[in-house]
Structures are given as C-alpha cells and as structure tokens.
C-alpha cells in the first residue's frame, strides 16, 4: 500500500491521558521503576514539580498515531526528538497530553519526514520530534 501525502497535512492527532497508574504499568513493562515517576515525596526532594512521566512513554505515546495512521510500525525508519519540558502527572487529574502529527517533507525514495507537536496543557514537552515514515 502506498499513501500520498501532502506537505502541511495533518495526518494524525491524538490525546492521550497518563494517570499515576498508567506510570506503575510502564515502570513494571519497562522496569523502571525510578521513584520520581510514582512518589511525589521523593520527586520533591529531588527538586521536580512532581511525579514525572517516563520520558519513554511519552516519545512512544507520541509516535502511535503516526503508527496507526499508516497501520505498520516497521514502516518507521527514523525517530528523534529533544525532551523540552517534564511531563508532570498529577495524583487526582493525570496529564493529557496532545499529539498532532503533520506530513513536513518528502525526503524522496517512498519517504517522508513527519512532523510531532507535543504538549500539555499548550507548551511543548517534546521538540524537534520527527519521524521518518517508509510511505511507499
């Protein structure tokens, strides 16, 4: 299957909840179990405005959209992103946070270059987060 993009195109947009349990289940699945990202008492003492989402999650929450937009993970040849601002997830509310995923440029070859705009709550958590994306 081929897909035809068209530079600017929103391809994907997505909002994922992270709760307190969310972050228990991650840390189980990936074994991190750092107490920054369950304990407020131990994220104050290391000076975080509190309990942290895994950096992991949050780049792998943010790449499913574009995932299950061209239905194959194998498609993905590239994925980079900086880690801007710390994902703060609260004990009551948790964090929403927001993907948009925008085809940017075709890199030639059946490629393209896609584009992710991360936040929560309007300010970016990830920057210079692209994907390269086998589209043909």
Do not use: C
Request: net charge negative; proline share 4%.
């Amino acid at each position: 299957m081929t897909f035809e993009l068209t530079e600017g195109e929103l391809i994907a947009e997505r909002d994922v909840h992270f709760t307190r349990e969310s972050l228990v289940r991650y840390a189980g699945a990936s074994g991190d179990f750092n107490p920054i990202h369950y304990r407020d008492d131990i994220a104050e003492q290391v000076g975080l405005p509190g309990v942290l989402a895994h950096g992991m999650l949050t780049m792998g929450a943010a790449v499913q959209p574009v995932i299950d937009h061209f239905g194959d993970p194998g498609r993905i040849l590239d994925y980079r992103v900086r880690f801007t601002r710390p994902v703060v997830v609260d004990a009551e509310s948790g964090a929403e946070l927001h993907v948009a995923a925008t085809a940017a440029k075709d890199l030639g070859d059946g490629t393209w270059r896609v584009d992710l705009q991360v936040t929560v709550d309007g300010k970016a958590v990830l920057a210079k987060a692209q994907v390269v994306v086998r589209v043909a």
